[in-house]
């Protein structure tokens, strides 16, 4: 079974933003921080750059379900 499974959308959004799925994969399981959101949803960060890649996941038990994945332009300028 996969560490790591993702949602339609997400799929959509790893062919329209670039991403490849082992990079976020990578991301979801060893982020460089990660925040805790609503319910059962966290995020996970890593800076890629100047840039911070900020992959939306389900789930606080494997495998972790990807609901999206952007660069998060509010995160760009911020150190952290």
């Known amino acids: 079974m996969s560490e790591v499974k993702f949602t339609r959308h997400a ?14 994969i990578d991301v979801v399981l060893n982020p460089e921080w990660r925040e ?3 319910g ?20 606080k038990e ?3 379900i990807v609901v999206t994945v952007y660069f998060d332009r509010r995160l760009r300028r911020k150190s952290r």
């Open 36 to 38: 805790e959101g609503e």
């Open 11 to 24: 799929e959509e959004m790893l062919i329209e933003r670039e991403f490849e799925r082992e990079f976020v």
């Open 40 to 59: 059962d949803i966290w995020y996970a960060f890593r800076r890629v750059g100047e840039r911070v890649v900020r992959v939306v996941v389900r789930g």
């Open 62 to 64: 494997k495998p972790y």
